[in-house]
């Protein structure tokens, strides 16, 4: 893990990743290193008031000029209903990290799942591109993302190409909303794991704490041999 420090940055990009989702581009004032699965804490000034968010790191980590934030819009929230207010780029920030435990130098199978349920394709993006671009002897990569509804699925376009470059990759979308026609599973990540074989396998969850709680309640049914949960959650 790099060491955790505390710098000034700047957001240089912002962009709709769907109807309640952005992307936000951080450029530091200096060299941020950070391997995929660590979060910043992320210090806004608003008014005079300085307001603190935890938000993980979606892009790269060969990239540490500049990195990105998947953010989801809170409505009752503090902070995120002041970013999609005002016009943030050019706006200056302050950042702590990098942190978090469940980085991907803890994934250490040849044979990796990666769930995100919501806003958590942002760091399972990040992860999922380490891996492809540095495991060699990768057996398979298993991506799964739960989302409310089609418009609502995250970086679908960027998992999708992974899929198709590396026929070790392969991506499923999971919607709860049985209303809109989509063609993807509907329903709940954890209601399609039954053709999954998770012995000798990594399994990393991100999501809210109950959503991650039953997902690997689920799957240890499946009474799975040599296998490790990595669970990233938050409320």
Not at 80 to 92: A, D, H, L, R
Not at 196 to 208: A, L, R, W
Request: aromatic share 8%; hydrophobic share 35%.
């Amino acid at each position: 893990m790099n060491p955790i420090k505390q710098i000034a940055g700047t957001v240089n990009k912002v962009r709709d990743l769907s109807p309640t989702a952005r992307e936000y581009t951080i450029r530091p004032d200096n060299p941020f290193p950070f391997v995929a699965g660590t979060f910043v804490n992320l210090f806004v000034t608003h008014e005079g008031e300085v307001i603190r968010r935890a938000f993980s790191i979606s892009s790269n980590d060969d990239n540490n000029l500049e990195f990105t934030l998947s953010i989801r819009l809170s409505p009752d929230g503090k902070l995120t209903p002041i970013m999609w207010s005002k016009n943030m780029i050019g706006e200056k920030v302050k950042i702590m990290g990098p942190l978090g435990l469940n980085t991907v130098d803890r994934i250490q199978s040849n044979k990796i799942f990666l769930f995100g349920f919501g806003i958590g394709a942002g760091v399972v993006k990040s992860l999922a591109e380490h891996i492809v671009n540095n495991r060699q002897e990768l057996e398979s990569l298993t991506i799964v993302t739960g989302n409310r509804s089609a418009s609502e699925i995250l970086h679908k376009d960027f998992f999708d190409n992974l899929a198709e470059k590396n026929e070790k990759v392969s991506v499923k979308y999971v919607v709860s909303d049985k209303k809109e026609p989509h063609g993807h599973p509907t329903g709940y990540i954890q209601e399609h794991i039954n053709t999954y074989d998770f012995n000798d396998s990594d399994i990393y969850i991100c999501g809210q704490s109950i959503a991650c709680v039953d997902l690997e309640e689920k799957i240890k049914l499946t009474k799975p041999r040599n296998s490790h949960f990595l669970i990233e959650d938050f409320h």
